[in-house]
């Protein structure tokens, strides 16, 4: 996949970017997912897909935190613990849905990288892939990305 970045904007009122993700959208809190937002997708927007992915983790891939996809063109945001409405996939854990940063006691502050990918075409595929099915889905269709980088430690 080729770097694609542009003018599109990935934003969240829940934490400044490159700032402390709080304590409620953690596992150790209430493990709810932060209200996102963007804005300026590129011209030809058919679809929008989302992963929040931890490179610290130590595990030889990182652990992957929310994968979603489907997201209609027309949306601007997701609402806080509303990746229901959407297709989700599987985290790292080998649940659906949305896990919060849960780093080990100790283990230093980890980055939670969350990427908006705009797509120019609806991707096929079912509710249940992982981030790895996700990314080889989408490669081909990116048209943009935007990140947001928050942090977490224990």
């Known amino acids: 996949m080729k770097l ?39 011209r030809g927007t058919k679809s929008f897909a989302l992963i929040c992915h931890d490179p610290d983790a130590p595990l030889p891939r990182g652990f992957t935190h929310w994968v979603i996809y489907g997201i209609p063109a027309s949306t601007t945001g997701i609402p806080e613990n509303g990746g229901k409405a959407f297709k989700e996939g599987i985290n790292g854990a080998g649940k659906s849905g949305y896990m919060g940063p849960m780093p080990p006691e100790g283990h230093g502050p980890h980055h939670y990288y969350f990427w908006l990918y705009a ?12 981030r790895e099915k996700c990314l080889a889905a989408i490669e081909d269709h990116v048209i943009e ?10």
């Open 4 to 42: 694609k970045m542009g003018n599109m904007r990935l934003r969240t009122r829940a934490f400044e970017s490159h700032g402390r993700i709080p304590d409620r959208f953690s596992g150790y809190g209430d493990n709810v997912s932060p209200a996102l937002e963007w804005t300026e997708a590129p």
């Open 145 to 154: 990305q935007a990140r947001l980088i928050g942090t977490y430690q224990k």
């Open 119 to 130: 797509l120019d075409e609806e991707v096929d595929l079912k509710s249940g892939a992982d």
